[in-house]
T-cell receptor, first 113, second 115 residues
Framework: EPEVTQTPSHQVTQMGQEVILRCVPI?????FYWYRQILGQKVEFLVS????????KSEIFDDQFSVERPDGSNFTLKIRSTKLEDSAMYFC???????????FGDGTRLSIL | AQKITQTQPGMFVQEKEAVTLDCTYD???????LFWYKQPSSGEMIFLIY??????QNATEGRYSLNFQKARKSANLVISASQLGDSAMYFC????????????FGKGTSLLVTP
């Protein structure tokens, strides 16, 4: 069964550094999402992406964050200058149609020191 | 205000028994979708079951069923014949079709299946 792939599984970064989280969505999917989950808390929406542009973003997704689809397969989340509070599990998700279930990757655990 | 409320932070069930995990939601949209995801201790998010607001029948997927009561705005997950591998966090989520397609998650219920 096709799946969403995220790399790396764990990223440790010094505060203030830039980090790029990578995702390969399911190949025929068109809608892409990033969510985050701070340890012990609920999953929070960050941003959705369709047709090469952001379709929706939350208050969390401020100017420090950006997303890109650099080629036909990858979907990336960049955090420009990381803060301690950015430590969380980051999930990528994709779906073929906007009203269908979103399939999640296994997540990237981001630890900011 | 919370869009998704899961009132049971933790639940226990004995192996082979059925268990119901509660979820209530709040929306003024007529078109929406309700989802349940399972998160084992390893951290991944596994899609379990989906119910659309216009679906008249309750969704079922193997041992999972969704008890959808639209007037009460509840979407409870029923797991029949629990197995040890069902021990995990379970999240209820909602997508509101007129407000974008982001999923809004509840805080989750931790289920422990005992032998």
């Amino acid at each position: 069964e096709p799946e969403v792939t995220q790399t790396p599984s764990h990223q440790v970064t010094q505060m203030g550094q830039e980090v790029i989280l990578r995702c390969v969505p399911i190949s025929n999917h068109l809608y892409f999402y990033w969510y985050r989950q701070i340890l012990g808390q609920k999953v929070e929406f960050l941003v959705s992406f369709y047709n090469n542009e952001i379709s929706e973003k939350s208050e969390i997704f401020d100017d420090q964050f950006s997303v890109e689809r650099p080629d036909g397969s990858n979907f990336t989340l960049k955090i420009r200058s990381t803060k301690l509070e950015d430590s969380a599990m980051y999930f990528c998700a994709s779906t073929g149609e906007s009203n269908q279930p979103q399939h999640f990757g296994d997540g990237t655990r981001l630890s900011i020191l | 205000a919370q869009k998704i409320t899961q009132t049971q932070p933790g639940m226990f069930v004995q192996e082979k028994e059925a268990v119901t995990l509660d979820c209530t939601y709040d929306t003024s949209d007529q078109s929406y979708g309700l989802f349940w995801y399972k998160q084992p201790s390893s951290g991944e998010m596994i899609f379990l079951i989906y119910q659309g607001s216009y679906d008249e029948q309750n969704a079922t997927e193997g041992r999972y069923s969704l008890n959808f009561q639209k007037a009460r705005k509840s979407a409870n997950l029923v797991i029949s014949a629990s197995q040890l591998g069902d021990s995990a966090m379970y999240f209820c989520a909602m997508r509101e079709d007129y407000s974008g397609y982001a999923l809004n998650f509840g805080k989750g219920t931790s289920l422990l299946v005992t032998p």
